[in-house]
């Protein structure tokens, strides 16, 4: 630490203006290269003649630094990226993370600025083939484990090294489970539950923890298995009774619910779920009504949701969950709307889970479901039934736009093939479709119950308003059609029967 601090000084008393205005081409990065090298050569030289007396590498090593510095004008000119690879400067580049690393790492971040690495494909893809052939994520993380966050300098360094590490995960995202394997996962969750103050760094990780889960089943697991979904409850807890501070702590909160909700696509993180108490602190943060609660239904849908979902689906009933869900299936709060929430994303979450309920729950659990359906006078039905209203209204008016805008195509003599029909059912699912399709599942599980009561109260309430039975079944066949990805065809197969089931008996 002492050395780090001689350097600073001296690198602070060096350090003057750019005067160099003779412009740069090919000819002046190979000859700014070979200079690196050279004093990268030579430092090296000296540290090993020196090892226990700096002042003798000390000029070599500001001399380095000024090159180093220098070398930040390449970042301007990706397709010249080729040449940092063929004169070996990425490999010396990352060799000096042990000794001159803010200054490499402040290069390395300009280097891989994403609008830059856009700017040349080409350069981009060889200078992050060397980066990664050189195992830059390892020695990154093992240099991150060295700095000292109370120095200012090397907090920015930390900084601008997540900097990197985004960067390079945005222009090529296959590399995140590599990255995940080579410490940056465990780094990351050290960090993350580190007894500090909230700072920029935390929200940073935090950010690169959610994007590192992103579809990657892989990373997933590995989270897992690090005991990950455990820290992410633990974080969150702190916001179970008080809302964030700032907007910054806002950010860091739903990145981390953002990671857990990822998790939770992975069957065997919803076990972890269950075990570390993830229900309890859900259901808890629903009726704290703060800030959490929009993100915690969220958690709760995806825990919960699928033959996955059926161990968490009897547990939150036993924990009195119904209790929970029923008052904000009944009406969405005006906290949520203030804060921002469209009312469509809090019914689509409330209407997922009751429906996930509906599908995995079986025996006592089923019955006291059941039974909230018939409450005061089935007020339920009759809410579920005004939903019903409401998404069937909003999609044939999605429908009427896409005929017409069908017809104008059908008239220029378009032709409308799979690709233009799988975006407008991605319109009519976003316009409402999809909530009113679990509407429709939850009515006509609900008709289905055996409880005649629930049924004629469905049925009173369609043919009151002008509803058609028929509408309903068609639903719950373009539903049972379109089930999602990630299933076995064997389990879809079985759950499309089931639905169709039950729509002919609506």
């Not at 996955?308 to 009406?331: A, S, W």
């Amino acid at each position: 630490m002492y050395l780090f601090f001689v350097f600073f000084v001296a690198l602070k008393a060096r350090r003057t203006p750019g005067t160099s205005a003779e412009p740069v081409d090919e000819s002046t990065v190979k000859k700014m290269i070979l200079t690196f090298e050279k004093r990268s050569y030579k430092n090296q030289e000296l540290r090993i003649k020196f090892p226990d007396n700096p002042e003798k590498f000390m000029e070599s090593e500001l001399d380095l630094n000024d090159i180093i510095q220098e070398m930040h004008v390449i970042a301007t000119m990706p397709d010249l990226y080729h040449l940092l690879v063929e004169l070996n400067a990425v490999h010396s580049l990352l060799g000096l993370l042990t000794h001159v690393a803010i200054a490499v790492v402040d290069l390395l971040q300009e280097l891989t600025d994403i609008d830059t690495l856009h700017e040349s494909e080409e350069g981009a893809e060889v200078l992050i083939d060397s980066l990664l052939e050189g195992q830059v994520v390892a020695l990154l993380v093992q240099n991150m484990e060295r700095l000292d966050e109370q120095v200012k300098e090397e907090s920015d360094g930390i900084y601008n090294t997540l900097a990197i590490i985004e960067n390079m995960a945005e222009f090529r995202p296959g590399l995140c489970a590599e990255a995940a394997q080579q410490g940056l996962m465990q780094w990351l969750l050290k960090r993350i539950k580190a007894k500090m103050p909230f700072d920029a760094n935390k929200l940073y990780c935090s950010e690169i923890l959610a994007i590192l889960l992103q579809n990657n089943d892989n990373t997933r697991e590995l989270l897992g298995e690090m005991d990950g979904i455990d820290v992410l409850l633990q974080q969150l807890s702190v916001f179970k009774r008080h809302n964030p501070n700032t907007a910054e702590e806002q950010e860091m909160m739903e990145n981390l619910f953002d990671a857990l909700c990822s998790c939770l696509m992975l069957a065997s993180n919803r076990e972890r779920f269950l075990k570390g108490e993830g229900l309890q602190l859900m259901n808890l943060m629903l009726r704290e009504k703060k800030m959490s609660r929009t993100s915690a239904l969220k958690v709760l849908d995806h825990a919960m949701i699928g033959p996955e979902g059926l161990d968490n689906c009897h547990k939150f009933v036993d924990i009195l969950g119904l209790r929970t869900i029923f008052p904000l299936f009944m009406k969405t709060p005006k906290k949520m709307k203030k804060a921002g929430v469209p009312e469509k994303e809090h019914e689509e979450h409330v209407c997922s889970i009751i429906a996930s309920m509906l599908r995995n729950l079986k025996s006592q659990q089923r019955t006291r479901l059941l039974n909230k359906f018939t409450e005061n006078d089935c007020e339920k039905v009759d809410r579920l039934m005004e939903l019903h209203f409401k998404y069937l209204e909003a999609v044939q008016q999605a429908d009427k736009r896409i005929e017409g805008e069908k017809h104008e195509m059908v008239q220029r003599g378009e032709i409308l093939d799979d690709s233009i029909e799988d975006e407008f059912y991605l319109r009519r699912l976003d316009a409402g479709l999809f909530v009113l399709q679990l509407i429709c599942y939850i009515m006509v599980e609900i008709s289905n119950s055996g409880i005649s009561q629930l049924q004629q109260r469905v049925h009173q309430i369609l043919n009151l308003r002008g509803g058609s039975v028929k509408v309903v079944r068609h639903i719950m066949r373009e539903y049972a059609e379109s089930l999602g990805d990630g299933k076995t065809e064997e389990f879809k197969e079985t759950e499309r029967k089931r639905i169709v089931e039950l729509a002919e008996n609506f």
